[in-house]
T-cell receptor, first 112, second 113 residues
Framework: ELKVEQNPLFLSMQEGKNYTIYCNYSTTSDRLYWYRQDPGKSLESLFVLLSNGAVKQEGRLMASLDTKARLSTLHITAAVHDLSATYFCAVESNFGNEKLTFGTGTRLTIIP | DVKVTQSSRYLVKRTGEKVFLECVQDMDHENMFWYRQDPGLGLRLIYFSYDVKMKEKGDIPEGYSVSREKKERFSLILESASTNQTSMYLC????????????FGSGTRLTVV
């Protein structure tokens, strides 16, 4: 059974600082997805990582994938308040059944 | 703009009622999914469907059923609602190859009293 773990679960950080959210998964996969959820809203796709070593960047967010370590990271650079949200990673198993297993989410709060 | 539309944003139902949650997508996607979201548990897959009239159980199907009579519509049914089914329900769809991940609906917050 595929398990996806994120840490930390909660993260409070000051504006201007850097931090990293980690996503570990338990079985072989080379497809990993990051989503953002604002309070009371649905999930918005941020990044799609489809191979070992994949790196994607958008603004102050950068995501990477290491399939050998079964690890993805979401790095936040010089955080600003509007990055406050809950971030989820999701993994598709290599069975190719197009079913995503989600992590528990990281609730990020940026303090001015 | 592509969309996944869930018919209700908030619902309050009584224990024992039969509840229908509707989801419609306009992207001609083959795959549709129902998840529930609970604090500290993330998103858990209830049911999914790869095609019309096809359905497969996810990780937590007990107490739920689904219907997919048309490609664009995927309904989640709570046969006899219970208080432990109070949750946020999210519908999602994807094309045959998930190059872009899922597109999610806005969610239905269901309260069973």
């Amino acid at each position: 059974e595929l398990k996806v773990e994120q840490n930390p679960l909660f993260l409070s950080m000051q504006e201007g600082k850097n931090y990293t959210i980690y996503c570990n998964y338990s079985t072989t996969s080379d497809r990993l997805y990051w989503y953002r959820q604002d309070p009371g809203k649905s999930l918005e796709s941020l990044f799609v990582l489809l191979s070992n070593g994949a790196v994607k960047q958008e603004g102050r967010l950068m995501a990477s994938l290491d399939t050998k370590a079964r690890l993805s990271t979401l790095h936040i650079t010089a955080a600003v308040h509007d990055l406050s949200a809950t971030y989820f990673c999701a993994v598709e198993s290599n069975f190719g059944n197009e079913k995503l297993t989600f992590g528990t989410g990281t609730r990020l709060t940026i303090i001015p | 703009d592509v969309k996944v539309t869930q018919s209700s944003r908030y619902l309050v139902k009584r224990t024992g009622e039969k509840v229908f949650l509707e989801c419609v997508q306009d992207m001609d996607h083959e795959n549709m999914f129902w998840y529930r979201q609970d604090p500290g548990l993330g998103l858990r897959l209830i049911y999914f469907s790869y095609d019309v009239k096809m359905k497969e159980k996810g990780d937590i199907p007990e107490g739920y059923s689904v219907s997919r009579e048309k490609k664009e519509r995927f309904s989640l049914i709570l046969e006899s609602a219970s208080t432990n089914q109070t949750s946020m329900y999210l519908c999602a769809s994807s094309s045959g190859v998930i190059l872009w991940g899922y597109t999610f609906g806005s969610g239905t917050r269901l309260t069973v009293v």
